[in-house]
């Protein structure tokens, strides 16, 4: 970025497994995000984010979505095979606190239309980007696919595996109408300010897909009430009819995110993160069928 006199560097809280993340500060006091993968699949997502957030750009400013989102503003070659650290512009507000969501409504309300903002969006968005797009059935056989490649490994709870496979053959509740999709949302990704959302990040995962993924960082953290609200507010955004098995369907998809989190551990040979997703698994098991016995 020429003219960019670098003050200040940060290491920032989002560096994880595919990417060194730190935040630049200038001789003006902004703030930029500079991302550098570690991997050569991370720095593909990277490339194929970049057109996406141009879509994205042109959508808040066409008033199609009311969040703004990060703009790459650089780029620098690694030199490996990982691909380029790309700079963005840093999204206003403050990551999104979910202990401190109160149902009624102001901020939780504002996060489901937020929410329902995105699956508004044309499919084209994504598409345009050659990024992926599912029917309803395929991602229900993608779903599928994840799940036999869990068992074969030995480290899906059977009462588990078991769970999920009924309620992915279970077809009634996979009739649903793909959308855009985040693809990887949570509170991290969420940024606020003036009890409002602001800005959304982080959107590699992107893709046409079935919605509830987005709410299953909700379904398993938020309290009832607090659901509740968001929901509601996502409904009332929406056009399309209700969907009876969306927040079905986003429970199952927190419970598989566990596994997805193991399978990750098994693809990068890292023995920490399939022992921390084994344990995952496990209380995940203890707490649904304890529940379901004390029914």
């Not at 970025?1 to 670098?6: A, F, I, K, T």
């Not at 703030?31 to 991370?42: G, H, L, Q, T």
């Not at 780029?75 to 009624?104: K, N």
């Not at 309300?109 to 699956?119: D, K, N, P, R, T």
């Amino acid at each position: 970025m020429p003219g960019l006199d670098v003050y200040d560097v940060l290491r920032s809280p989002h560096t994880d497994a595919d990417f060194e993340v730190v935040v630049v500060k200038d001789a003006t006091g902004r703030r930029w995000i500079v991302r550098a993968p570690k991997r050569a699949a991370a720095g593909a997502a990277l490339e194929a984010e970049k057109g996406l957030l141009g879509a994205l750009a042109r959508a808040k400013e066409a008033g199609i979505v009311t969040f703004d989102v990060p703009h790459p503003a650089g780029a620098a070659e690694l030199g490996t095979d990982e691909g380029r650290a790309v700079v963005y512009t840093e999204v206003r507000g403050a990551p999104l606190l979910l202990a401190a969501l109160q149902p009624g409504p102001g901020l939780a309300a504002a996060v489901g239309q937020a929410l329902a903002e995105i699956h508004e969006l044309p499919v084209a968005v994504v598409e345009d980007q050659g990024l992926p797009a599912y029917t309803a059935e395929e991602y229900r056989e993608r779903r599928l696919t994840e799940l036999d490649a869990g068992i074969q490994t030995g480290k899906i709870p059977p009462r588990l595996a078991d769970r999920w496979e009924r309620q992915l053959e279970n077809v009634a509740w996979w009739r649903f109408d793909p959308t855009v999709v985040h693809g990887d949302m949570g509170e991290h990704q969420v940024f606020v300010a003036d009890g409002t959302v602001v800005g959304i990040a982080d959107w590699m995962d992107a893709r046409v897909a079935d919605p509830a993924d987005d709410l299953a960082w909700l379904v398993a953290s938020a309290p009832d009430d607090v659901l509740d609200s968001v929901v509601e507010a996502y409904h009332a955004r929406r056009r399309e009819l209700r969907d009876p098995h969306l927040l079905d369907r986003a429970r199952l998809a927190s419970e598989m995110a566990l596994m997805r989190w193991l399978m990750y551990g098994v693809r990068t040979d890292n023995a920490d993160i399939v022992s921390d997703g084994e344990g995952m698994l496990t209380d995940l098991e203890a707490m649904l069928f304890d529940e379901a016995e004390e029914a």
